[in-house]
């Protein structure tokens, strides 16, 4: 369930908010979702990543948001969507290259050493989801992961 591994790992995150008085609005993710396929630890993992960078590139006083929805095309999609100082359109295609940074001096003051997004691209990809990035430099930007739904089989065997 997103909605239980995101209200999981919120405590975490909303330290770090805290400290940078950024506000995490998370109300709009559903309980009724559907189950997605895949591993909760690394479902955690992944979202705390994508919520880790927004609280890093999000200035004191910025907002980030956090919701899922179903796509209707068989994926769960959960959106982190941040005020921070976003990325130039041109980065974006390197973004989840290891150990790739759009801003080297910010990234190495902030303790990024550009695995994050990586590790989210290679989960993403290894269980057949996606990730998506739309951003604008002073605008913010907008993850959405897209999560198979689990998808539970029937058996047609006769149980004589």
Known sequence: SVADVVKNILPVI??????????IHHDDIPTELPLIMADRDRVAQVILNILDNAVKFTPEGGR?????SE??????????????????????????????????????ELGDIGLGLS???HFMKAHQGRV???????????VSLYFPIFKQSIGTENEN
Do not use: H, N
């Not at 290891?98 to 190495?108: A, C, G, I, L």
């Not at 998506?132 to 907008?142: A, C, F, L, N, V």
């Open 14 to 23: 909303q330290a770090k908010a805290g400290k940078k008085k950024l506000i």
């Open 64 to 68: 980030i948001s956090i919701t899922a």
């Open 71 to 108: 796509d209707g095309g068989g994926f769960v999609v959960v959106r982190i969507a941040d005020t921070g100082i976003g990325i130039p359109a041109s980065e974006i295609p390197r973004l989840g290259e290891r150990f790739y940074r759009v801003d080297k001096t910010r990234s190495r």
């Open 119 to 121: 590790i989210v691209k």
């Open 132 to 142: 998506e990035i739309e951003s604008s430099p002073g605008k913010g930007t907008t």
